[in-house]
Each structure stands twice: as C-alpha cells, then as structure tokens.
C-alpha cells in the first residue's frame, strides 16, 4: 500500500535564527533516513514547497504493508520525533508517476 505523509516545521524554526545545532542535525537526519528508504525502495518521492515558512510543507510518498506499519514508519522520522515537525499520515495512491 501507499501512503503519504505531509510534514510541517513546528512555529519557533519559521524564522531562520531561531535554527540551533540541534535543530539542523534533526534536518540532516530526516534528509539521510529518506535517502536510505528510497535506496530500498521503501520511499517514492519526498520534497517540500518553496513558499513562505508558515505556509510551507513537505511530503514523503512512501510504501507499507498496513495503516500500523506506516504510521510508525512517520513516527520514527527523526524531524518528526524529535519535534521540528509535524506529520500527518494519509492513505494514497501514485496514478501517475514520470518515466
């Protein structure tokens, strides 16, 4: 199955020099995890919009056997558990994908 997380920056990381150390190790992590599940075949696609910070999001398309398995799949992203970001899960489904 398909599933589809979107993931928003918590309000203090919305201006750039409320960023710490920390803030970007959690962002270098999340970015890593993701390069490594589309190296398995796990991740279909993630990126984020270019607009304003309040207004920006992000989204990992990804595969999962179940509703369980994916949820724990967004929980265990490291921006997500560490709390930078918020994530919600849906159920999707890829119609069209590029060649």
Wanted: charged content about 35%; overall charge negative.
């Amino acid at each position: 199955m398909e599933f589809i997380y979107v993931l928003k920056l918590i309000p203090r990381l919305f201006k750039e020099e409320n960023w710490t150390a920390e803030d970007e190790n959690f962002v270098t992590a999340h970015f890593e995890r993701l390069k490594t599940f589309r190296d398995q075949g796990t991740v279909i696609l993630a990126g984020r919009t270019l607009n304003e910070e309040e207004h920006a999001f992000g989204i990992v398309v990804f595969e999962a056997e179940n509703e369980e398995e994916a949820e724990e799949f967004m929980k265990e992203d490291p921006a997500v558990k560490n709390g930078i970001m918020t994530g919600e899960l849906y159920p999707y489904r890829v119609a069209l994908l590029k060649e």
